[in-house]
């Protein structure tokens, strides 16, 4: 298991741009997928993007495409999630997640399918 904590959110407007980075600790000697997901109040965890362990394969879900892009540097053990075009409705709290990788498959959906989490950072997009 990793230990992952997430930082860089805040209150920006629609149409700013916001950079969160998630950084891990612990067994991180060991090769991980990760992912962001989000959660906006009375809504179910929601998949934003995910990346493979060496970074070549990236997933985004249909509403940040073009948008928003994931990133990893594996030197630092930090994963990042760069938001551009901010919307109101991507008003949510992000977490970072992580699963041991056995193979560079970025096909994990589900919050499930991830065993390790962070406590979450709120981004609040303002109209």
């Known amino acids: 298991q990793v230990q992952l904590v997430e930082s860089g959110g805040g209150l920006v407007q629609a149409g700013d741009s916001l950079t969160l980075s998630c950084a891990a600790s612990?067994?991180?000697?060991?090769?991980?997928?990760m992912g962001w997901f989000r959660q906006a109040p009375g809504k179910e965890r929601e998949l934003v993007a995910t990346?493979?362990?060496?970074?070549?394969?990236?997933y985004y879900t249909d509403s940040v495409k073009g948008r928003f892009t994931i990133s990893r540097d594996n030197a630092k053990d930090t994963v990042y999630l760069h938001m551009n075009s901010l919307k109101p409705e991507d008003t949510a709290v992000y977490f970072c997640?992580?699963?041991?990788?056995?193979?560079?498959?970025?096909?994990?959906?589900?919050?499930?399918?991830?065993?390790?989490w962070g406590q979450g950072t709120q981004v609040t997009v303002s109209s």
């Open positions: 997640a992580a699963r041991k990788a056995f193979s560079s498959s970025v096909d994990y959906r589900r919050p499930g399918d991830f065993s390790s």
């Open positions: 612990g067994r991180t000697y060991e090769s991980y997928t």
């Open positions: 990346i493979s362990w060496s970074g070549g394969r990236t």
